[in-house]
C-alpha cells in the first residue's frame, strides 16, 4: 500500500469518526470545518495515485498538505477556521500549480 493511501485512509478514518465525536455538536462551526478538512484531506490523498487529467497534471497531494496546515493556523493562530483552512487551500493550489507544472515538464 503507498504511502499516501495510507495516510489517506487515517485521515478519512479519522475525519469520520471526528463527526461522532467532535462535530457531534452543530453549535460550533469551526470543529465542523477542521473535521470536514480532515476527511477532505484524506479524499484527496487517496486520488494521489489515480490516473485521472488533474492528478497527472497537479501534485494534488499539496493541496491536502495546505488543508491540514490551515487547520491550526486557522484554529490557533488566527482564531477563525474558515479563514485558516481557506488560506491553507490557497497555498496548496499554488504548490500543487508550481510542483505539478515541473514535474509535468520533466517527463
Not at 28 to 38: A, C, D, P, Y
Request: net charge positive; proline share 2%; charged share 10%.
Amino acid at each position: 500500500m503507498p504511502f499516501y493511501r495510507l495516510i489517506g485512509a487515517v485521515l478519512v478514518t479519522c475525519g469520520i469518526l471526528g463527526y461522532f465525536t467532535v462535530a457531534d455538536e452543530l453549535r460550533h462551526t469551526g470543529e465542523f470545518i477542521g473535521v470536514s478538512s480532515v476527511l477532505l484531506a484524506g479524499i484527496i490523498l487517496l486520488m494521489v495515485d489515480s490516473r485521472k487529467k488533474i492528478t497527472v497534471k497537479l501534485a494534488i497531494q499539496w493541496i491536502a498538505f495546505g488543508l491540514l496546515a490551515g487547520i491550526p493556523i486557522g484554529g490557533i493562530v488566527l482564531d477563525n477556521m474558515f479563514l485558516g483552512i481557506v488560506l491553507g487551500i490557497a497555498a496548496g493550489v499554488i504548490l500543487a500549480f508550481m510542483l505539478g507544472k515541473i514535474n509535468a515538464s520533466g517527463k
